[in-house]
């Protein structure tokens, strides 16, 4: 086998739970089956995380704020979000994948990449899944859906094909006929931004980006237009990374209405408090990180975030108090009202020092 076709030979399936805090919800209280249900976003200002698929059809939304919600719906029911359970849960499904492969990434509490390649024990992929849907079902009473195909891309638009409930494979051999009607924003790698220039060239589809070279691609785009070239195509290389340490650590804290502010001497004092918060944390982890992030919401839901990296570790309070001062600074012209405060530290040394291990022992090898 070329070394160039090995990556069409994997397995990979992409697991998504069903509208996965408002099923639970439903499952642990079973007077909201069959109901629209929406978690979070009962208060003033808050938005939903979720919303059950009773509640969709009305066009209830993930994010949607909870007064726009409850005009949509109006005897849409919302749940306070449980998190410690849906953590809980994740454990619980990701002990299931356990049995079938070690090469296991998660990209969120509901959803994750399986690399099967190596499991013998099935006679296909799509069989792996279907085993792994019927026991989510009977072990935890949820219901997930599967895209089964040979790259990381392929196996996740393949999920949601069939979402909820279902599941869909992408061979090698049906993939580019799969991907020419797929809308351009579709494609892992192209954001918001390139995906509307493209479309003003009237690059709507994977058929129309398939017409240009990757020297017109990089052109017009850079580095990321060689990247289009090769998505398109359905060059997807990038392998299930498992045993991937945390990346981050962080903390924040959103306001009540009565709460907002504005002014820098209150930001300050609460970001004192986030501070302590991120240093606890990290305390306990044993871990710090070179980068400092700040987050700033408006209440109109515009986002600010500045960050900072150094080229060690940042373990001293005061330390992370100048640089977050500092990245405030930075946002501080704008005169907004800001309802949410966020600080984040990551580079975090343990991730790197397992990288620094990682290229040693490749060097080992070679
Ligand atoms: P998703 O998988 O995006 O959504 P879902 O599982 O609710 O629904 P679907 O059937 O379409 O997969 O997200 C998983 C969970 O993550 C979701 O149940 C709630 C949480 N979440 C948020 O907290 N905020 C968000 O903006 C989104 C999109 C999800
Ligand atoms: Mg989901």
Known sequence: MKETEAYLQRKIIHVDMDAFYASVEQRDFPEL???????????????????????????????????IARQKCPH??????????????????????????????????????????????????????????RRIKEELNLTCSAGISYCKFLAKIASDVNKPNGYFIIRPDAAQNFMKNLPIERFFGIGKVSADKLKRMN????????????IQLAQWFGK?????????????????????????IGVERTYKKDHYFSDLDQTQEHMDFLIQELIRRAEKASDYGRCITI???????????????????????????????????????????????????????SAEQDQFYEQLKLEFIG
């Open 224 to 248: 990321q237009g060689v990247w289009f070239y090769k998505i398109v195509r359905g060059i997807d290389k990038r392998p299930v990374e498992s045993g991937g340490k945390r990346k981050s």
């Open 76 to 133: 849409l029911i919302f749940q306070k979000p449980r998190f410690e359970v849906y953590q809980e849960v994740a454990i619980q499904i990701r002990q299931i994948f356990e049995d079938y492969t070690s090469a296991i990434e998660p990209l969120s509490l509901d959803e994750a990449y399986l690399d099967v390649t190596d499991n013998t024990q099935f006679e296909s992929a799509t069989a792996i899944a279907q085993d792994i849907r």
């Open 203 to 214: 690059i709507n589809k994977g058929k129309d980006l398939l017409k240009y070279s990757d």
């Open 33 to 67: 089956k069959g109901k629209p249900v929406a978690v979070g976003g009962g208060g003033d200002r808050g938005v939903l995380t979720t919303a059950s698929y009773e509640a969709r059809i009305f066009g209830v939304k993930s994010a949607m704020p909870g007064f």
């Open 295 to 349: 987050k700033l919401k408006t209440i109109d839901f515009k986002v600010y975030s500045r960050s900072q990296t150094h080229l060690h570790a940042i373990k001293n309070p005061e330390e992370i108090r100048s640089i977050a001062l500092d990245l405030l600074d930075r946002i501080k012209e704008s005169q907004d009202n800001y309802r949410l405060l966020g600080l984040q530290m990551s580079q975090l040394e």
